[in-house]
Nanobody, 113 residues
């Protein structure tokens, strides 16, 4: 069974940084497009960043210049480096495999002002 397991969330002050990781137990990881989404309380889940197997990226306007998505195919892992965090970045962050249409369980990110 395919699993996506996120880690790296936590509590950080505004202006701080976190790096989220998502390990995928899938043999086709290197050719799958991967993404990070987030859902704040009372809001819909939204795209944060996505990365194709060819290296193309797409970011939400609200995180451009602050967040970076990357992948290590040897480790079946996709990362989200988050810098200059703001209180409005507080949410549960989910990893998503576009090819298999699978979600991870989510990891909480809380940014205090």
């Amino acid at each position: 069974q395919v699993q996506l397991v996120e880690s790296g969330g936590g509590l950080v002050q505004a202006g701080g940084s976190l790096r989220l990781s998502c390990v995928a137990s899938v043999s086709t990881f290197s050719i799958n497009a991967m993404g990070w989404y987030r859902q704040a309380p009372g809001k819909q889940r939204e795209l944060v960043a996505m990365l194709t197997s060819g290296g193309n990226t797409n970011y939400a306007d609200s995180v451009k210049g602050r967040f970076t998505i990357s992948r290590d195919n040897a480790k079946n892992t996709v990362y989200l480096q988050m810098n200059n965090l703001k209180p409005e970045d507080t949410a549960v962050y989910y990893c998503y495999d576009y090819t298999l249409r699978r979600w991870g369980q989510g990891t909480q990110v809380t940014v205090s002002s």
